[in-house]
């Protein structure tokens, strides 16, 4: 074997070297960018969950809320209850978390204003009243708090 063709074989081997260590670095972004890409799917699939069980949830604090004192309705009222306690107990467990509102300055990012009000004795921009509870899953808001804001 001459010189010439051991220098050939030498870089034939170095290109093939080079060629599967392209590939090999290509594989493992590939392999980390469809991490990401599940992680990103896994989650926009909670937010979704999530998203359509907050009303069945606002529902049942609605009935809560509106059920008649009479005793007879006790039994329902705490079976109600409990079902809202456990709605609760696993949207924490996913990460969901509501957003403070009465007392609170509002914050563009976490609250939408539904109304302006006066005659409070409370700070220009202090929430005054919650309208509709907002929700954050993994610290972003998935759907912000509707609330009236003093002027």
């Given at each position: 074997?001459?010189?010439?063709?051991?220098?050939?074989?030498?870089?034939?081997?170095?290109?093939?070297?080079?060629?599967?260590?392209?590939?090999?670095?290509?594989?493992?972004?590939?392999k980390k960018r469809q991490e990401k890409e599940n992680r990103e799917?896994?989650?926009?699939?909670?937010?979704?969950?999530?998203?359509?069980?907050?009303?069945?949830?606002?529902?049942?604090?609605?009935?809560l809320k509106t059920s008649p004192p009479d005793e007879r309705f006790?039994?329902?009222?705490?079976?109600?209850?409990?079902?809202?306690?456990?709605?609760?107990?696993?949207?924490?467990?996913?990460?969901?978390?509501?957003?403070?509102?009465?007392?609170?300055?509002?914050?563009?990012?976490?609250?939408?204003?539904?109304?302006?009000?006066?005659?409070?004795?409370?700070?220009?921009?202090?929430?005054?009243?919650?309208?509709?509870?907002?929700?954050?899953?993994?610290?972003?808001?998935?759907?912000?708090?509707?609330?009236?804001v003093k002027k």
């Open positions: 074997m001459s010189n010439d063709e051991l220098e050939e074989y030498k870089q034939k081997t170095e290109q093939y070297l080079n060629n599967w260590k392209r590939t090999a670095a290509d594989f493992e972004n590939y799917l896994i989650q926009f699939a909670q937010e979704v969950t999530v998203v359509k069980i907050l009303p069945t949830l606002e529902s049942l604090e609605q009935a006790q039994n329902w009222s705490q079976g109600v209850l409990k079902i809202v306690q456990q709605l609760e107990k696993t949207l924490l467990e996913m990460g969901v978390e509501k957003i403070k509102t009465a007392g609170e300055k509002f914050n563009y990012e976490l609250h939408e204003a539904v109304e302006m009000v006066d005659g409070t004795d409370q700070e220009s921009g202090t929430i005054t009243e919650e309208i509709q509870s907002g929700y954050k899953l993994n610290n972003k808001v998935i759907r912000p708090a509707k609330v009236k």
